[in-house]
């Protein structure tokens, strides 16, 4: 199998670029994930005399066989292959390939690691121990980041993807990109998220990058990226003896994604209606009977700002 492509001058680095002002310009979940995984991939190409106009499934299990030396979890590698998918989808659209060589190989050789999902036994902490890690951060950047994690439950992806203009202080609410996994947009945020979040806001001015979009940004100014808060995750968790790195054990592991699951989690264990559960998760409504269930917003922000456990900040 080979990537067809037609009669094209880009250069590797160029296509990248093209991807990366085509995100930007759809204005769906804009994540620096896509690019550095799209820059890797272009990069290790390279080093084997190839392109990504040219690709091989050779060269795809090649790239796949250098992954798994890294000893990378099932659902890191099939996220790396769903940036390659949008990568390709994007050369597809620009004619410059003529078809999407990651959608039969993710079939082939990445299904069988969605049937051994590891949801089930990631780490749950207690609300006090929430409080412990959020408290024990003196960042202010990096204590905003976690607070918005347990108290919207949004992914880490929707979360470096958000801009300042996202956030509506007035109201309590922060709205995301568009995402095909998201039905409802529009998060709430309680007083101390508010609080926490107008202090990040204030600090953000005078950092390098203050004058760009991205609401999180790097000591160099720019947007933070996914890798960068599963390292600040991990390492603050480590800190407080809330995540061990040398463990083999997927709950001894505490990541952005835990956050979430503490989020609907102590929502369900509080007394929330798992129906309010489910539209703040954001999950996407697969049943037709869903459609007809209508959820009144000022319901669901009074049954948020009741339920939403406290973290003393």
């Known amino acids: 199998m080979k990537a067809k492509s037609v009669d094209c001058k880009f250069t590797s680095s160029d296509l990248v670029q093209r991807f990366h002002e085509g995100l930007i310009l759809r204005d769906v979940s804009y994540n620096i994930d896509y690019i550095y995984r799209a820059k890797e991939f272009c990069a290790f190409l390279e080093a084997r005399g190839s392109s990504p106009i040219e690709v091989t499934t050779e060269d795809l299990e090649s790239f796949l066989v250098h992954l798994k030396k890294r000893d990378l979890k099932s659902t890191t590698l099939d996220r790396i292959f769903t ?49 412990r890690l959020v408290n024990s951060i003196l960042d202010s950047r990096d204590k905003c980041i976690l607070v918005l994690l347990f108290k919207t439950g949004m992914r880490v992806g929707e979360l470096v993807s958000l801009d300042v203009n996202d956030v509506d202080l007035s109201k309590g609410e922060i709205t995301l990109k568009h995402t095909k996994k998201r039905s409802n947009r529009v998060l709430y945020i309680d007083n101390e998220a508010l609080a926490v979040l107008s202090r990040w806001i204030a600090a953000r001015m005078s950092r390098p990058g203050s004058d760009k979009n991205a609401l999180f940004i790097t000591k160099y100014g720019d947007r933070i990226s996914t890798k960068s808060v599963g390292k600040l995750t991990r390492k603050h968790a480590a ?47 697969r049943e037709a009977i869903d459609v007809y269930n209508h959820i009144d917003r000022k319901e669901l922000r009074e049954s948020y700002l009741a339920h939403i456990p406290q973290l003393g900040v």
């Open 83 to 131: 940036c390659l998918s949008a990568f390709y989808e994007f050369l597809v659209m620009k004619k410059i390939v003529e078809y999407n060589p990651i959608l039969p190989f993710r079939k082939y050789y990445l299904s069988r690691y969605k049937k051994n999902s590891d949801s089930e036994i990631r780490k749950l902490i207690s609300v006090e121990d929430a409080a």
């Open 239 to 285: 800190r407080v003896g809330l995540h061990d790195a040398n463990s083999s054990r997927l709950e001894d592991k505490f990541t952005p994604h835990c956050c979430r699951h503490w989020f609907v989690t102590h929502l369900i264990r509080s007394g929330m209606s798992r129906d309010f559960v489910k539209e703040l998760r954001g999950d996407v409504r």
